[in-house]
């Protein structure tokens, strides 16, 4: 950049034809006021007032803790059990229950939490086989099968590496995985043993997949990187992902059946990707996240899903050409801003006609991303899908407050991350309330909202366990502590999963917990883990 030319070097054409000569303005004093200021004008026109990029995460606030707050706070709750070092899974993905007889089993690490008793719950161990995925009984094979994922590794902005993947050395070490990206799919009949029935690759470069959806039916969906060269604006990925299909008919060769990219995502489809106001911001999730929750099977006639998109929206699929899955729609909120991830889990409310007003609705669910709240808080959305071709955000849950006797005044400054994360799964034994959601909320704790109203959801209860970790160590409490979260509606019992192990909680708004084992009458949805102790 030369004295009298503020425009960048690369663009000296610019610089000639739009402005006027600095050396001439500064004849006069008003003249260099001016000149200094058009001069400053005309260069935010092609730079913006930050050439670099300004990028989240913001500092930290003046009146964050310095220590991490050891209280526990309740209200409207009551702790019925509580497991050490062992935490259950739930919401990510949307169904994790196995069951046989009265014994119940959840996910967790190397093992299983069996909360049969929930007064008693037990760990499980399977020895060196890790737990997690899918959890779904297969009516047609009469097993039940696991889809774990598989992915190269992540990173996490931290105090060392704040830029993340954007890091150099840290891309390339993410990129050399040489690991399965893609999923396993195991026979779990027998928990304690599981079996390994296949190994589906979604490609040899790219990320693998996250979080997928599968309940037993014919297709598994996944959300798959199966390219490096799918784009991705958050710290965390190498490269992005997009929706494929698999069909899981035998599990143990599966095949792939589709795949869908939003048009932008792929390098090289720039035109399209420039559309949109976060791209090339570096803090924003432009990736898909999870793979669509499918309220009816496609083979018995199904013809929608609701996958998210993070900033790209919550997209209505079109289902009815399994071969070529396309959007109905997409939802948006007007008011979205940079970070996190704006739609993380997308759960269709299962209510029926005595419920009028909870039908055809949706909940985004959105994921905060760094600690300390260094970007802007992401609400949960009520979507109105009735018009998969308009779906519209019709309510927005309450930003949950700290109690009145915390050593904090809001939850951004009592350490970790703070904002939703997952829900309550989708396939769970019993029927499911449509006016109750519980969601986890990192720091916050464990949060019950009542959304008889949609346009007005309410809190209603909550569970802050004490927080776990060391401040000097930063991967000890970045993430907050409550992660996951599973509702048995049959007994009316909640079940959390944090750093530190398992909680069960009761809540009068479920009703009165059933406190002793039993069997299983049906799950939230007919077809969901139908014939699963014939």
Same mark, same amino acid.
């Given at each position: 950049?030369?004295?009298?030319?503020?425009?960048?070097?690369?663009?000296?054409?610019?610089?000639?034809?739009?402005?006027?000569?600095?050396?001439?303005?500064?004849?006069?004093?008003?003249?260099?006021?001016?000149?200094?200021?058009?001069?400053?004008?005309?260069?935010? @026109?092609?730079?913006?007032?930050?050439?670099?990029?300004?990028?989240?995460?913001?500092?930290?606030?003046?009146?964050?803790?310095?220590?991490?707050?050891? #209280?526990?706070?309740? $209200?409207?709750?009551?702790?019925?059990?509580?497991?050490?070092?062992?935490?259950?899974?739930? #919401?990510?993905?949307?169904?994790?229950?196995?069951?046989?007889?009265?014994?119940?089993?959840?996910?967790?690490?190397?093992?299983?939490?069996?909360?049969?008793?929930?007064?008693? !719950?037990? =760990?499980?161990?399977?020895?060196?086989?890790?737990?997690?995925?899918?959890?779904?009984?297969?009516?047609?094979?009469?097993?039940?099968?696991?889809?774990?994922?598989?992915?190269? !590794?992540?990173?996490?902005?931290?105090?060392?590496?704040?830029?993340? @993947?954007? /890091?150099?050395?840290?891309?390339?070490?993410?990129?050399?995985?040489?690991?399965?990206?893609?999923?396993?799919?195991?026979?779990?009949?027998?928990?304690?043993?599981?079996?390994?029935?296949?190994?589906?690759?979604?490609?040899?470069?790219?990320?693998?997949?996250?979080?997928? =959806?599968?309940?037993?039916?014919?297709?598994?969906?996944?959300?798959?990187?199966?390219?490096?060269?799918?784009?991705?604006?958050?710290?965390?990925?190498?490269?992005?992902?997009?929706?494929?299909?698999?069909?899981?008919?035998?599990?143990?060769?599966?095949?792939?059946?589709?795949?869908?990219?939003?048009?932008?995502?792929?390098? #090289?489809?720039?035109?399209?990707?420039?559309?949109?106001?976060?791209?090339?911001? @570096?803090?924003a999730w432009v990736v898909s996240h999870g793979g669509p929750t499918v309220p009816v099977r496609v083979e018995d006639g199904g013809t929608i899903g609701y996958g998210g998109f993070g900033h790209f929206g919550m997209i209505c699929f079109d289902l009815t050409d399994i071969k070529n899955p396309k959007p109905y729609g997409v939802a948006r909120w007007d008011y979205e801003t940079l970070g996190g991830c704006p739609y993380h889990t997308c759960y269709p409310v299962i209510a029926d006609?005595?419920?009028?007003?909870? @039908?055809?609705?949706?909940?985004?669910?959105?994921?905060?991303?760094?600690?300390?709240?260094?970007?802007?808080?992401?609400?949960?959305?009520? %979507?109105?899908?009735?018009?998969?071709?308009?779906?519209?955000?019709?309510?927005? =849950?309450?930003? !949950?407050?700290?109690?009145?006797?915390?050593?904090?005044?809001? =939850?951004?400054?009592?350490?970790?991350?703070?904002?939703?994360?997952?829900?309550?799964?989708?396939?769970?034994?019993?029927?499911?309330?449509? /006016?109750?959601?519980?969601?986890?909320?990192?720091?916050?704790?464990?949060?019950?909202?009542?959304?008889?109203?949609?346009?007005?959801?309410?809190?209603?209860?909550?569970?802050?366990? !004490?927080?776990?970790?060391?401040?000097?160590?930063?991967?000890?409490?970045?993430?907050?502590?409550?992660?996951?979260?599973?509702?048995?509606?049959?007994?009316?019992?909640?079940?959390?999963?944090?750093?530190? #192990?398992?909680?069960?909680?009761?809540?009068?708004?479920?009703?009165?917990? %059933?406190?002793?084992?039993?069997?299983? $009458?049906?799950?939230?949805?007919?077809?969901?883990?139908?014939?699963?102790?014939?």
């Amino acid at each position: 950049m030369s004295k009298d030319n503020p425009i960048p070097s690369e663009r000296p054409s610019q610089a000639r034809d739009h402005l006027i000569s600095r050396r001439a303005l500064l004849k006069s004093t008003a003249g260099a006021a001016l000149g200094l200021a058009g001069a400053t004008n005309a260069a935010a @026109q092609f730079t913006g007032i930050a050439p670099g990029g300004g990028v989240i995460p913001f500092r930290l606030p003046m009146g964050a803790l310095n220590y991490l707050d050891q #209280g526990q706070y309740i $209200s409207n709750m009551k702790v019925i059990s509580y497991l050490p070092d062992h935490a259950t899974a739930g #919401g990510e993905p949307l169904m994790a229950m196995w069951a046989k007889g009265r014994q119940r089993l959840l996910p967790s690490g190397t093992g299983w939490v069996d909360v049969s008793d929930p007064t008693k !719950p037990a =760990f499980l161990s399977t020895g060196k086989s890790r737990i997690g995925g899918c959890v779904a009984y297969n009516t047609k094979l009469k097993k039940w099968l696991m889809v774990a994922t598989a992915t190269e !590794p992540h990173a996490e902005r931290t105090p060392k590496a704040p830029l993340g @993947q954007f /890091d150099p050395e840290i891309h390339r070490r993410l990129q050399s995985y040489t690991g399965l990206r893609g999923i396993r799919v195991y026979d779990i009949t027998n928990p304690i043993e599981p079996s390994l029935l296949s190994e589906f690759s979604t490609g040899k470069i790219g990320v693998g997949t996250h979080m997928n =959806f599968y309940d037993g039916g014919r297709y598994g969906y996944l959300d798959a990187g199966w390219s490096d060269k799918l784009r991705t604006e958050d710290v965390g990925r190498a490269s992005g992902s997009g929706l494929m299909i698999v069909d899981l008919t035998d599990p143990a060769n599966v095949k792939e059946v589709s795949r869908y990219h939003v048009p932008g995502q792929m390098m #090289g489809e720039e035109d399209d990707y420039k559309k949109y106001w976060f791209a090339d911001s @570096q803090c924003a999730w432009v990736v898909s996240h999870g793979g669509p929750t499918v309220p009816v099977r496609v083979e018995d006639g199904g013809t929608i899903g609701y996958g998210g998109f993070g900033h790209f929206g919550m997209i209505c699929f079109d289902l009815t050409d399994i071969k070529n899955p396309k959007p109905y729609g997409v939802a948006r909120w007007d008011y979205e801003t940079l970070g996190g991830c704006p739609y993380h889990t997308c759960y269709p409310v299962i209510a029926d006609s005595s419920h009028p007003k909870l @039908q055809n609705l949706v909940i985004g669910v959105p994921e905060t991303l760094l600690s300390d709240c260094r970007e802007p808080y992401k609400s949960i959305q009520i %979507v109105d899908v009735k018009n998969p071709r308009e779906p519209r955000v019709i309510g927005v =849950f309450p930003r !949950p407050k700290p109690p009145a006797d915390a050593p904090y005044a809001d =939850f951004c400054l009592s350490r970790g991350r703070f904002g939703s994360h997952n829900i309550q799964c989708w396939v769970a034994p019993g029927t499911a309330r449509p /006016d109750i959601v519980v969601l986890s909320f990192f720091n916050a704790g464990i949060r019950v909202f009542d959304i008889s109203e949609p346009t007005q959801p309410r809190e209603v209860a909550y569970f802050i366990p !004490p927080r776990g970790g060391k401040l000097e160590d930063y991967a000890t409490w970045f993430r907050g502590d409550s992660e996951t979260v599973f509702i048995e509606w049959d007994r009316n019992l909640i079940w959390l999963g944090t750093h530190a #192990g398992s909680y069960c909680l009761s809540c009068p708004a479920l009703g009165e917990p %059933v406190l002793e084992p039993r069997v299983i $009458s049906h799950w939230t949805r007919p077809h969901l883990n139908a014939g699963w102790d014939a």
